[in-house]
C-alpha cells in the first residue's frame, strides 16, 4: 500500500473566488493561472454557462509544502459550527506577552482582510493563547 504524501483541503461556500483571494492574503498563497486560452478567471467564467459560472477557485503554496485549498459553491449557507477548521500558526514557539502580541498583531492585518475576530483563549496550564476567528464567509479558524 502507497502512502499518501498530498492533501487538499476542500471548502464549501457561497463565493469561491472571494474566500480562496482571502486565504490567499491569510497564508501567502497564489491562485493559479486561468485555464489555458483564456487571459483572465473572468474571461474564462463568461465563457461558461451562467449556472457553472464562478463555481470554483482553487490556490496554493507557491513552495509546494502547503495543501492546495479548494473552494466550491453549495447552495445552502453555513447553519453549524465547522467540524474541521485551519489553525493558522503565526506564534510556533512564542509564549506569553510576546505571543499574545503576535496573535494581536495577526488579528489586526486579518481583521482589516475581513476577518471577524471572535474571541481570545487565554493561556491555562496546558495550552498557550490562540485567537478564535472567523473568515469572510464565517467559518471558523484559530490563530495559534
Known amino acids: 500500500m502507497s502512502s499518501i504524501r498530498q492533501v487538499q483541503v476542500t471548502f464549501d461556500c ?5 474566500v480562496a483571494r482571502f486565504w490567499c492574503e491569510v497564508l501567502g498563497y497564489v491562485a493559479p493561472s486561468p485555464p489555458e486560452g483564456f487571459g483572465t478567471w473572468d474571461d474564462y467564467n463568461a465563457s461558461l454557462p ?10 496554493g503554496d507557491p513552495s509546494g509544502a ?13 447553519v453549524v459550527k465547522n467540524r474541521v477548521h485551519l489553525d493558522v500558526r503565526v506564534g510556533t514557539g512564542l509564549v506569553g506577552a510576546e505571543r499574545l502580541a503576535t496573535l494581536e498583531a495577526e488579528c489586526t492585518r486579518l481583521v482589516a482582510l475581513g476577518a471577524v475576530r471572535e474571541r481570545l483563549l487565554p493561556a491555562d496550564e496546558e495550552n498557550e493563547s490562540c485567537i478564535v ?8 479558524f484559530c490563530l495559534d
Do not use: H, I, T, Y
Not at 502547503?66 to 453555513?78: C, T
Open 14 to 18: 457561497a463565493e469561491p473566488e472571494r
Open 50 to 59: 451562467p449556472e457553472d459560472r464562478d463555481a470554483w477557485f482553487a490556490c
Open 66 to 78: 502547503g495543501p492546495r485549498l479548494f473552494f466550491q459553491r453549495v447552495p445552502e449557507g453555513k
Open 133 to 140: 476567528m472567523r473568515d469572510v464567509e464565517g467559518n471558523e
